[in-house]
């Protein structure tokens, strides 16, 4: 080997090595501080999170303490309650409950129609038919959420398929006598409180699915089987055994299904009749009437209910399944 080249060796070794020793005083240095590399990790993401996320909510909500000036429409920055109080009347409080309500039980029918889907696929289905399942659920998803609501609610219309099928198997008499109920009918399916419902289920149901499903399928399956040899029936088995360990995903699937309907106000303001909801009412008064502090009073109710709802859900062991 020629001393030219021996000599571009040690150079290019001399090199590395210098490039390495930092590396390694770094290396050696986080290996040893393992809170340190974690606030490395975290630092950045967190930052962001809090100066725009937080930032801007507190900002936001800082607003609920403040007043609007009748006579110029302008914020009075001047501390007052006036708002949380206003929230007390009698109209405020009637679209709490009935927000609340409807998201309640737009929760409990996604459990009712999305455990049965779940429990087929964690159990029965494997490889391809498990892949067309999962395609299934997450197709509507892929699709834009208004073009699913515009879709529902020609579906719904009084001109819609369900009209139509409703006519031709000849059970249109059931159609009128279901929107001739009090509070949640209305003159069709897209203009009625049942309609709103129906889709707010179909659009979070498979929000509700992949968690149950997540949770059924690690439920192992010699537990099955040691029920079934001690003597337990399948009812048996489905209440004291399957119910208890896929609990945390339905609780899991809730938080998903009850905060989404907490806080739309598109649906609603798209299907239904002129009913208010808390989504709607933060958006005109924002919007429409100009009135932020209110608005910003108004955003507190739902944070609070998801608080709530959140800390029961914890306990319920939600997160394990999430």
Not at 49 to 70: H, Q, R, T
Not at 185 to 210: C, E, K
């Amino acid at each position: 080997m020629s001393a030219p080249h021996s000599a571009s060796l040690a150079m290019s070794h001399t090199t590395d090595s210098v490039r390495v020793r930092p590396l390694r005083r770094l290396s050696t240095l986080l290996y040893g501080r393992p809170g340190l590399l974690l606030a490395i990790l975290l630092g950045p993401p967190l930052l962001w999170l809090g100066i725009i996320y937080v930032g801007s909510l507190l900002m936001l909500l800082s607003n609920a303490f403040f007043g609007l000036d009748e006579f110029s429409g302008q914020i009075r920055h001047e501390l007052g309650l006036q708002n949380f109080v206003a929230l007390l009347r009698a109209e405020n409080l009637d679209v709490i409950l009935r927000t609340v309500g409807m998201s309640l039980l737009v929760t409990l029918a996604c459990a009712l129609l999305g455990f049965p889907i779940a429990y087929y696929m964690a159990r029965y289905t494997s490889g391809k038919t498990r892949a067309l399942f999962y395609v299934g659920i997450m197709l509507p998803l892929w699709s834009s959420y208004l073009v699913r609501v515009y879709a529902w609610k020609l579906i719904l219309a009084k001109e819609g398929v369900i009209s139509w099928l409703a006519d031709t198997l000849g059970l249109d008499w059931l159609l009128d006598a279901i929107l001739s109920l009090p509070v949640i009918g209305g003159p069709s399916l897209s203009f009625s409180r049942i309609g709103t419902f129906i889709v707010f289920v179909y659009v979070w149901l498979p929000f509700m699915i992949l968690p149950i499903q997540a949770a059924v399928e690690r439920i192992p399956r010699s537990l099955l089987e040691a029920s079934g040899d001690l003597g337990a029936t399948p009812a048996q088995t489905f209440r004291t055994l399957i119910l208890p360990l896929a609990l945390p995903g339905v609780v899991a699937g809730s938080i998903f299904t009850f905060s989404l309907t907490l806080g739309d106000y598109i649906i609603p303001g798209i299907i239904g009749n002129s009913t208010m909801y808390i989504g709607q009412v933060v958006y005109m008064q924002q919007g429409t009437a100009g009135n932020l502090p209110f608005a910003a009073a108004f955003s507190l109710v739902p944070i609070l209910i998801i608080a709530i709802y959140l800390t029961i859900a914890k306990r319920l062991g939600a997160f394990d399944a999430l």
